[in-house]
C-alpha cells in the first residue's frame, strides 16, 4: 500500500511564474491538506480539500489556490510566485472518521529564483 | 486559538541517555496532540498522539509523552537516546475533528556517540 505521494520531488522557477504541485492520497484516504515549511520552521496549513471543495484555509493569500479531483488526488497551484514562496510543501491526507490519523507525504521542495 | 511552543530548538544527547523534547500548548477547545519526527529529505512520521484518553501516551522507538493539563504540557520522553533518533520534532496541537494541524517551530534532536 503506497502512502502519500508527491510530485514532483524539487522544483525551481522564477518570480512571476505560476506552479503546480501534485497529490496522491494514501489508498482509502478521502481528505487532503497542504502545508507550507519554510526552511526553519514548523509546517504551516495552506487549506484542506474533501468531497472536491476547500473546507478549512489557513492564512494565505488567493495566489494559493487548489484542487481535488473525484480520485481524491490533490492539486496546488500557487500564482506570481515570491522570492518568499520557496519552501517544502507537504500533503498530507487522512479518512473522515473522527480520530482519523493523518499521514504526510514526503514534499516538494520549490525554490523560486 | 490554537498554537504550539516547542521550548527547545536545539537538544543534544549522548547516546543512551534519556531524550526530553518539551513543548506547551494553548486551545480554546479540547486538544488533540501529536508529535511527528521529520528526518532529512524524507516526510513527516507520526510518533504519537492524545485524543482525551488516557494521558500517558506510547508511540513508536520508545518514545513517549504525557498530557498535563493544569501545565498545557505535552513534553515528548524517550529513556535512552538512539543515534537514529537524530532528527527534528514536531509537537502539533488539533481540535477534536483534525480538520487543521498548528505545527511548532521545531527541535532538532542531536545525539553524540
Known amino acids: 500500500d503506497a502512502g502519500v505521494t508527491q510530485s514532483p520531488t524539487h522544483l525551481i522557477k522564477t518570480r512571476g511564474q505560476q506552479v503546480t504541485l501534485r497529490c496522491s492520497p494514501k489508498?482509502?484516504?478521502?481528505?487532503v491538506s497542504w502545508y507550507q515549511q519554510a526552511l526553519g520552521q514548523g509546517p504551516q496549513f495552506i487549506f484542506q480539500?474533501?468531497?472536491?471543495?476547500?473546507?478549512q484555509r489557513g492564512n494565505f493569500p488567493d495566489r494559493f489556490s487548489g484542487h481535488q479531483f473525484p480520485n481524491y488526488s490533490s492539486e496546488l497551484n500557487v500564482n506570481a510566485l515570491l522570492l518568499g514562496d520557496s519552501a517544502l510543501y507537504l500533503c498530507?491526507?487522512?479518512?473522515?472518521?473522527?480520530?482519523?490519523?493523518?499521514?504526510f507525504g514526503p514534499g516538494t521542495r520549490l525554490l523560486v529564483l | 486559538a490554537q498554537s504550539v511552543t516547542q521550548l527547545d530548538s536545539h537538544v543534544s544527547v549522548s547516546e543512551g541517555t534519556p531524550v526530553l523534547l518539551r513543548c506547551n500548548y494553548s486551545?480554546?477547545?479540547?486538544?488533540?496532540l501529536f508529535w511527528y519526527v521529520q528526518h532529512p529529505n524524507k516526510g513527516l512520521q507520526l510518533l504519537l498522539k492524545y485524543t482525551s484518553a488516557a494521558t500517558l501516551v506510547k508511540g513508536i522507538n520508545g518514545f513517549e509523552a504525557e498530557f498535563k493539563k493544569s501545565e498545557t504540557s505535552f513534553h515528548l520522553t524517550k529513556p535512552s537516546a538512539h543515534m537514529s533518533d537524530a532528527a527534528e520534532y514536531f509537537c502539533?496541537?488539533?481540535?477534536?475533528?483534525?480538520?487543521?494541524?498548528?505545527f511548532g517551530s521545531g527541535t532538532k534532536l542531536n545525539v553524540k556517540p
Open positions: 489508498s482509502g484516504h478521502d481528505t
Open positions: 498530507a491526507s487522512r479518512g473522515t472518521g473522527i480520530g482519523e490519523t493523518q499521514y
Open positions: 502539533v496541537v488539533s481540535a477534536l475533528n483534525f480538520n487543521k494541524f498548528y
Open positions: 486551545s480554546s477547545y479540547s486538544p488533540s
Open positions: 480539500y474533501y468531497e472536491e471543495e476547500e473546507r
